[in-house]
């Protein structure tokens, strides 16, 4: 079943299970995935399914954050459960170390020496890691990284 068809049967799960705040999120990401099919006039492929959940988690902790300074929380409560529903779709997290033990080997894998190099190590690791560890931590990590190299 791929992740649309998953997608699409839990809606209508959460439908007869009359679990409004699922429903709401599920249709709001069918919405995003629907937008973005419609703009570019094709179906979306899983990894593209998967960045649109990615966009919307992050929209969220976006949106917790501003409501947590505007004092809402019960909004910043609503946006925590809709991430709660929107990570069931993506893959498990990776842990620190393992994240650590991959950028080593795309390192070694790349030859990577100095800062230059960077570009090269992120290219190797973005397929494997997309959706299992946030990627801007993932590049500040090789950073460092190239920088104890320099």
Do not use: W
Not at 1 to 12: F, H, P, Q, T
Not at 113 to 136: E, H
Request: aromatic residues 2%; contains cysteine; hydrophobic residues 35%.
């Amino acid at each position: 079943m791929s992740l649309k068809e998953r997608i699409v049967a839990d809606m209508k799960l959460a439908m007869r299970a009359k679990d409004t705040i699922r429903l709401e999120t599920i249709r709001l990401l069918r919405a995003a995935i629907q937008r973005k099919e419609v703009d570019e006039r094709r179906d979306l492929s899983e990894d593209e399914v998967m960045q649109t959940i990615q966009k919307m988690v992050k929209q969220c902790t976006d949106s917790i954050e501003q409501f947590t300074k505007g004092g809402r929380d019960d909004l910043a409560n609503k946006e925590k459960a809709n991430i709660q529903v929107l990570e069931e779709y993506l893959p498990e997290k990776l842990s620190d170390e393992e994240v650590e033990k991959m950028i080593k080997d795309a390192i070694e894998q790349t030859g990577a020496a100095s800062m230059k190099d960077m570009g090269k190590v992120v290219g190797s690791l973005k397929s494997s890691l997309q959706g299992r560890a946030d990627m801007g931590a993932v590049s500040a990590k090789i950073k460092c990284r190239s920088l104890d190299l320099s």
